[in-house]
């Protein structure tokens, strides 16, 4: 069974910093693009980082300078540490696994940047 659990949201001053982490498990991890993507209420869900099965990464301009992508093979983790928070990346923040034939979600996990 394929899963995908994040973890590391929550509710963050703006200013401040998050380190989000994707566990998968059921899945040869290291052959899977991993990309971070949120969702705002009443907006569309929007790619934020990804970071191939080669560590090539790839932002958001929104996140550019203040995200960074990274994965651990050996734990099957992936990770978005995020600096310099701002209201606006106030979103619920999914994980996705994928490759040519695979794509896998997790459930998601809320951050809110706020005062």
């Known amino acids: 069974q394929v899963q995908l659990v994040e973890s590391g949201g929550g509710l963050v001053q703006p200013g401040g910093s998050l380190r989000l982490s994707c566990a998968a498990s059921g899945i040869i991890f290291s052959i899977y693009d991993i990309s971070w993507y949120r969702q705002a209420p009443g907006k569309q869900r929007e790619l934020v980082a990804t970071?191939?099965?080669?560590?090539?990464?790839n932002y958001a301009d929104s996140v550019k300078g203040r995200f960074t992508i990274s994965r651990d093979n050996v734990k099957n983790t992936v990770y978005l540490q995020m600096n310099s928070l701002k209201p606006e990346d106030t979103a619920v923040y999914y994980c996705?696994?994928?490759?040519?034939?695979?794509?896998?979600w997790g459930q998601g996990t809320q951050v809110t940047v706020s005062s």
């Open positions: 970071i191939t099965s080669g560590g090539s990464t």
């Open positions: 996705n696994a994928r490759t040519q034939y695979n794509n896998y």
